[in-house]
């Protein structure tokens, strides 16, 4: 068996442009077979920038974890405190805003070993819900999220470019 080499560890503001690129060229690899391509230019336009990572490591209570293996960026974790939809029940709550995995290293363990991490990070930060959306098409998400114990509570719309598509909302107790 293949030696585990993934190191986990905190963003820091420095990683804003590496954690950008990584993050809209997984979503785009991921979503874009799925979508208008002039929406998920759109969309990428304004939800990746280097700006937009940094604000998001450096926002109070985020936790936002990067897996490194090889030198190289394999996956992060944002999980923030986020006001909670009306189906989400528990308090105080925080959400699961990003799971992002490399393509190619899916299955080896890196998202359940960031989510693990993150879960201990929000525990001990004194949140007692964690809620989060995955689009009601991607059923790998919603298997992952199902057997580390979320339960599907309700529904919102997420928009991509010009497109409104529906997130099922999960949430589980910590």
Known sequence: MEEDTTLIRPAAAAD??????FAERVFDEVFSPYCD?????SYLNGAFSPDIQRE????PGAILLL????GRLAGYVHVAPAPAPPCVTGSPSVELKRLYVEPSLHSRGI???LFDEALTRARAAGAGTMWLGVWEN???????YTREGFSRVGDHPFVVGSDTQTDWI???GL
């Open 16 to 21: 804003a442009p590496t954690l950008a690129e």
């Open 37 to 41: 391509e002039g929406d998920m230019a």
């Open 56 to 59: 998001e490591i450096t926002a």
């Open 67 to 70: 897996a490194e293996r090889d």
């Open 111 to 113: 998202g359940k070993r």
């Open 138 to 144: 991607n059923t790998r998400a919603q298997r992952f």
């Open 170 to 172: 999960m949430q589980r």
